[in-house]
């Protein structure tokens, strides 16, 4: 699994961005996939997960209802699409990939394959 986040920029409050993640491996359709972000000065924080076959999606609460995460499996890509964006949602996104059982989605260490991150930063 080779992970390649893209996507990021700058964007005024209440727009849109969405953030692909493309897997150059053969086995991206195994992988439950999520997407993590860091702000400045504050830890990577969990903020949405997707299933394998993209049957079941979690959310964290801040961005419930404005975010959508989604995947094609026949293009090894996931993507995180972003509405009515907010400057607190300023960060530097992560994909990542794991085999781990659902329940622990939201976990950082159970996460083997990161991708490089994109930057999205939201003006006031």
């Known amino acids: 699994v080779q992970l390649q986040a893209s996507g990021g920029g700058l964007v005024q409050t209440g727009g849109s961005l969405k953030l692909s993640c493309a897997d150059s491996?053969?086995?991206?359709?195994?992988?439950?996939m999520s997407w993590f972000r860091q702000a400045p000065g504050k830890e990577r924080e969990f903020v949405a997960a997707?299933?394998?076959?993209?049957?079941?999606?979690d959310y964290t609460d801040s961005v419930k209802g404005r975010f959508t995460i989604s995947r094609d499996n026949a293009k090894n890509t996931a993507y995180l699409k972003m509405n009515n964006l907010k400057p607190e949602d300023t960060a530097v996104y992560y994909c990542?990939?794991?085999?781990?059982?659902?329940?622990?989605?939201?976990?950082?260490?159970?996460?083997?394959?990161w991708g490089q991150g994109t930057l999205v930063t939201v003006s006031s």
């Open positions: 990542a990939a794991t085999l781990a059982i659902w329940g622990s989605r939201r976990q950082r260490s159970m996460y083997k394959y």
């Open positions: 491996g053969r086995t991206f359709s195994t992988y439950k």
């Open positions: 997707i299933t394998s076959n993209g049957g079941a999606t």
